[in-house]
């Protein structure tokens, strides 16, 4: 089946610093992925979407200068968490999809805490 | 996209089927049903979708009322490792976003 790696699956860093997040589907071309979110005990909430090629689209309320999206290649998308601060500690999860009638399929995940 | 209506939680004792429902009362004609699961700090995995017909594959069936306004997820025969929450979501076809609701947790007991 289709398989999507995120790296790292988990990051520790200080305040102030910008942490990188990789998704990359490994077996497929990924047209579009999709960053989410995830707080404790809570369900998913997607973030932005990105095409390949394109800028990323960002849902309502999530600051696109705060969390860059790059989507350069068909199998490569990253998330940079910039001047990262501790409410910014969350599970970062990606996914990716071929074309648009197939599912999407998620990576594993990056548990990011800020210090 | 339409919503969804899942119990909160569910048992099931380990070697039965699961059934777990999911409402959509408000589907349109073009909505597909998505199911995926999210084990304990891993990602969602994907399970299973349908439009109108049930469907089958290694890991579950999906099974669509004729009206569309409900579905259920089987698995077959769980397992401990079912233990996860599971998602129904629907979507438009070639539609980008998938909303993840609250979900059942469901609970496999030995």
């Known amino acids: 089946g289709a398989v999507v790696s995120q790296h790292p699956s988990r990051v520790i860093c200080k305040s102030g610093t910008s942490v990188k997040i990789e998704c990359r589907s490994l077996?497929?071309?990924?047209?579009?992925m999709f960053w989410y979110r995830q707080f404790p005990k809570k369900s998913l909430m997607l973030m932005a979407t990105?095409?390949?090629?394109?800028?990323?689209?960002?849902e309502q309320g999530v600051e696109k200068d705060k969390f860059l999206i790059n989507h350069a290649s068909l199998t490569l998308s990253t998330l940079t968490v910039t001047s990262a601060h501790p409410e910014d500690s969350s599970f970062y999860i990606c996914?990716?999809?071929?074309?648009?009638?197939?599912?999407?399929?998620f990576g594993d995940g990056t548990r990011l805490s800020i210090l | 996209d339409a919503k969804t209506t899942q119990p909160t939680s569910m048992d099931c004792a380990e070697g039965r089927a699961a059934n777990l429902p999911c409402n959509h009362s408000?589907?349109?004609?073009?909505?597909?049903v998505y199911w995926y699961r999210q084990i304990h700090s891993q990602g969602p995995q994907y399970i299973i979708h349908?439009?109108?017909n049930n469907e089958t594959n290694e890991m579950a069936s999906l099974i669509i009322t004729e009206d569309r306004k409900s579905s259920t997820l089987i698995l077959p025969h769980a397992t401990l490792r079912d233990t996860a929450v599971y998602y129904c979501?629907?979507?438009?076809?070639?539609?980008?976003?998938?909303?993840f609701g609250a979900g059942t947790i469901l609970r496999v007991k030995s």
């Open positions: 996914s990716a999809r071929g074309s648009l009638n197939q599912p999407q399929h």
């Open positions: 077996d497929f071309q990924a047209t579009t």
């Open positions: 990105s095409n390949e090629g394109s800028k990323a689209t960002y």
């Open positions: 408000t589907i349109s004609g073009n909505e597909y």
């Open positions: 349908g439009l109108k």
């Open positions: 979501i629907v979507r438009v076809a070639g539609g980008n976003k998938l909303v």
